[in-house]
């Protein structure tokens, strides 16, 4: 059964940073691609930043330059490092494995898999 728990969330100041983790089982990720999006209540969830199968990184225009997605495929675990938080950053982020193995684009219909999500907080 596959599992995502995501953890690293919390209240920081803008400017700070955060790291955000998600660990992965049932699933063997190594050779996939994943993604972390966001939803601020009331609004559609939003890309956040997706891994790539040859471990390239895409990211939404709001935060390049700011986050930074890897993953360990020894220990299962994707994380998501938040440097120069700003207000408008504060949202539940979620990590996500999609639908089709190599194909990991900005759209949640095309993932299958949530982790329950981990709050941030960025107050100015």
């Known amino acids: 059964q596959v599992q995502l728990v995501e953890s690293g969330g919390g209240s920081v100041q803008a400017g700070g940073s955060l790291r955000l983790s998600c660990a992965v089982s049932?699933?063997?990720?190594?050779?996939?691609?994943m993604a972390w999006f966001r939803q601020i209540p009331g609004k559609e969830r939003e890309g956040v930043a997706v891994?790539?199968?040859?471990?390239?990184?895409s990211y939404a225009d709001s935060v390049q330059g700011r986050f930074t997605i890897s993953k360990d495929n020894a220990k299962n675990f994707l994380f998501l490092q938040m440097n120069s938080l700003k207000p408008e950053d504060s949202a539940m982020y979620y990590c996500?494995?999609?639908?089709?193995?190599?194909?990991?684009?900005?759209?949640?219909?095309?993932?299958?898999?949530w982790g329950q999500g981990t709050q941030v907080t960025v107050s100015s």
């Open positions: 891994i790539h199968t040859d471990g390239s990184a």
């Open positions: 996500a494995l999609p639908r089709t193995r190599f194909y990991c684009p900005f759209r949640p219909s095309e993932y299958t898999f």
């Open positions: 049932g699933y063997i990720f190594s050779n996939g691609c």
